[in-house]
């Protein structure tokens, strides 16, 4: 199984490509995080390319192609299920999307304790979700570093990970539990998106071609939008 595997929900693009089998997703492969900023757009389909060349494959040589579906950067995430849709059509190669949350407490599955995978939302806000035991204790999260101290509350331990744990961590008090923080989390990642994708694939078969990112919160377009229909009903009134 040739297997790519992009993550686009951040600042940087992490890329997998692994070459192997059932029995062994991982007889060979290879892992690149490029911290660029937002110029994903100009980066990705290149990084793409590079990555495949490198080992002796074209896209028409893939076999599976996975990415994260957010929550994360909007513009990020577009910009990377575009592309891998864009590729799956071209080349009738199976897309599999895996939640970006998913995904990045699926990089430390062995803590014993509750396990919360943070994205820095902007405006004084994250994205999160809460895991015990290997499984969803909430849906995605758009909340305050506040709001999250009283949903640890009875949790014996956390561990804080994710592109934005260790500032997440830095400001969250009002936890009485052991608090961990993983730095490194995003090292995982490539490679952990391959392994679930590739589950997802063999349980629910590819996404629907339709499949597009999940947002938790609106954009500020849309925001923008309602304040200003809101202010027109509130002037019409």
Known sequence: MNILAIDTASEAIHLALTLGD??????????????????????????????CQRNGLSFKDLDLL?????????????????????IALAS????CSISTMDALSGCVPHFSGVVVPVIDARKQRYYA????????????LDLGVEEMATLLQGYPSALITGF????FAS?????????????????????TLVQLGWEKFQ??????????PTYVRKSDAELALQEKIRSLEEKNG
């Open 22 to 51: 059932e029995k062994s997703l991982f007889s060979r492969y290879e892992v690149q995080i490029v911290a660029n900023g937002t110029r994903h757009s100009e980066a990705l389909i290149p990084l793409m390319l590079s990555l």
């Open 66 to 86: 996975v990415c994260t579906n957010g929550p994360g950067s909007f513009t990020g995430l577009r910009i990377g299920m575009s592309a891998l849709k864009g």
């Open 203 to 212: 349980k629910d078969g590819p996404d629907d071609i339709g499949v597009g």
């Open 129 to 140: 979700a809460l895991y015990a035991e290997g499984k969803r204790v909430t849906a995605d």
């Open 92 to 95: 009738g190669i199976p897309l």
């Open 171 to 191: 400001q969250l008090s009002g936890y009485t539990g052991s608090l961990y923080v993983d730095e490194r989390c995003s090292a995982n990642l490539p490679l």
């Open 164 to 167: 934005d744990a260790k500032k």
